[in-house]
């Protein structure tokens, strides 16, 4: 951090810019490596937690844009990990569950992204992990209630 202006250096914002870079690259490459994408992590995490789901509460609850969402559905049925089917409540909407090869899948994407986790976090300590944690939580969910 030698090549940069202390004022920078010193704004939390601008650290967190440059970390959410650096962090993006590493999970963006781990999951390339293990044959996944972020964004069927996301989807099949919120599947795995809060069950079958629309489209449109998948895309809600994992922070996807709406045709991110239809791409990333359309992958993981192609791939097996999801079936999507009609909801038989709303007749124009489709219902999204996570399937037995998609939890195994979603396990194994866990083990990618603690790893990352843990290369990312390497120079602190587990109390310094969780303190961090905690208030970028706090920051967070400031920002969201805005």
């Given at each position: 951090m030698d090549e940069m202006p202390a004022r920078m250096?010193?704004?939390?914002?601008w650290l967190i810019t440059q970390?959410?870079?650096h962090t993006r690259r590493l999970v963006f490459d781990a999951f390339a490596a293990a044959g996944s994408r972020g964004h069927h992590y996301r989807a099949l995490a919120v599947l795995h937690e809060f069950g079958a789901v629309s489209q449109a509460e998948l895309g809600r609850r994992?922070?996807?844009d709406r045709s991110d969402v239809?791409?990333?559905v359309n992958e993981l049925v192609e791939q097996g990990l999801v079936d999507r089917s009609p909801d038989p409540d709303h007749g124009r909407r489709n219902k999204v569950t996570v399937t037995r090869a998609g939890v195994?899948?979603?396990?194994r994407m866990d083990g990618v992204v603690d790893q990352v986790q843990d290369?990312?976090?390497q120079p602190?300590?587990?109390e310094e992990r969780q303190t961090l944690t905690r208030?970028?939580?706090r920051v967070l969910a400031r920002h969201e209630d805005l």
């Amino acid at each position: 951090m030698d090549e940069m202006p202390a004022r920078m250096a010193a704004k939390p914002s601008w650290l967190i810019t440059q970390l959410a870079v650096h962090t993006r690259r590493l999970v963006f490459d781990a999951f390339a490596a293990a044959g996944s994408r972020g964004h069927h992590y996301r989807a099949l995490a919120v599947l795995h937690e809060f069950g079958a789901v629309s489209q449109a509460e998948l895309g809600r609850r994992s922070r996807m844009d709406r045709s991110d969402v239809v791409a990333a559905v359309n992958e993981l049925v192609e791939q097996g990990l999801v079936d999507r089917s009609p909801d038989p409540d709303h007749g124009r909407r489709n219902k999204v569950t996570v399937t037995r090869a998609g939890v195994r899948h979603l396990r194994r994407m866990d083990g990618v992204v603690d790893q990352v986790q843990d290369d990312l976090l390497q120079p602190l300590s587990a109390e310094e992990r969780q303190t961090l944690t905690r208030l970028l939580g706090r920051v967070l969910a400031r920002h969201e209630d805005l």
